[in-house]
Antibody, heavy 113, light 112 residues
Framework: QVQLKESGPGLVQPSQTLSLTCTVS????????VSWIRQPPGKGLEWMGV???????DYNSAIKSRLSISRDTSKSQVFLKMNSLQTEDTAMYFC???????WGQGVMVTVSS | DVVMTQTPVSLSLAIGQPASISCKSS???????????LNWILQRPGQSPKRLIY???KLYSEVPDRFSGSGSETEFTLKISRVEAEDLGVYYC?????????FGSGTKLEIK
């Protein structure tokens, strides 16, 4: 059974760095790619970036300068780090298997002082 | 970036009525592999998105056959032959042919 679960702080101060973890079960990160997608409250979905099965990454150019995605295959975990957070980064953050067939439950992140 | 335009923004239908949602892309979604990576997902209230259809018309195994997808190049349609109560939520089309991946703005289906 494939499962993805996001975890991380619910509240981040402006200008600080967001760190999220996606813990995966039921699939191997060495043969599956994982994307991060976010959704501001009441709004649509924005693809942020992907870590490929070979460890390479691709990012949305709109946030590329602030974003880093990495992984620890031994722990089946994918990490998202995004710096210089602003209030507009307040959103539900999801990880999903690339292809969009499996999604995590999401983690709500609020950027506020 | 490929812009995905969904219409209508919302639908209010009674149980048993058919539904149709349009999704248009600003570029052809036919990839060099010959595959078209146009997908549909449903986000029920308070939940994460759930898979419905991939590559235009292929239903995931758990999706009822009252759902169908069609289209090509830049114009795509999701249809529900007879709406049921569990179908309420926001439907999104999204494309995986071009980077960055992009989503439509969503169609909210309400049950009368």
């Amino acid at each position: 059974q494939v499962q993805l679960k996001e975890s991380g702080p619910g509240l981040v101060q402006p200008s600080q760095t967001l760190s999220l973890t996606c813990t995966v079960s039921g699939l191997s990160l060495t043969s599956n790619s994982v994307s991060w997608i976010r959704q501001p409250p009441g709004k649509g979905l924005e693809w942020m970036g992907v870590i490929w099965s070979n460890g390479g990454t691709d990012y949305n150019s709109a946030i590329k300068s602030r974003l880093s995605i990495s992984r620890d295959t031994s722990k089946s975990q994918v990490f998202l780090k995004m710096n210089s957070l602003q209030t507009e980064d307040t959103a539900m953050y999801f990880c999903a298997r690339n292809g969009g067939d499996y999604w995590g439950q999401g983690v709500m992140v609020t950027v506020s002082s | 970036d490929v812009v995905m335009t969904q219409t209508p923004v919302s639908l209010s239908l009674a149980i048993g009525q058919p539904a149709s949602i349009s999704c248009k892309s600003s570029q052809s979604l036919l990839g060099t592999s010959g595959k078209t990576f146009l997908n549909w997902i449903l986000q029920r209230p308070g939940q994460s998105p759930k898979r419905l259809i991939y590559q235009v018309s292929k239903l995931y195994s758990e999706v009822p056959d009252r759902f169908s997808g069609s289209g090509s190049e830049t114009e795509f349609t999701l249809k529900i032959s007879r709406v049921e109560a569990e179908d309420l939520g926001v439907y999104y089309c999204w494309q995986g042919t071009h980077f960055p991946l992009t989503f439509g703005s969503g169609t909210k289906l309400e049950i009368k």
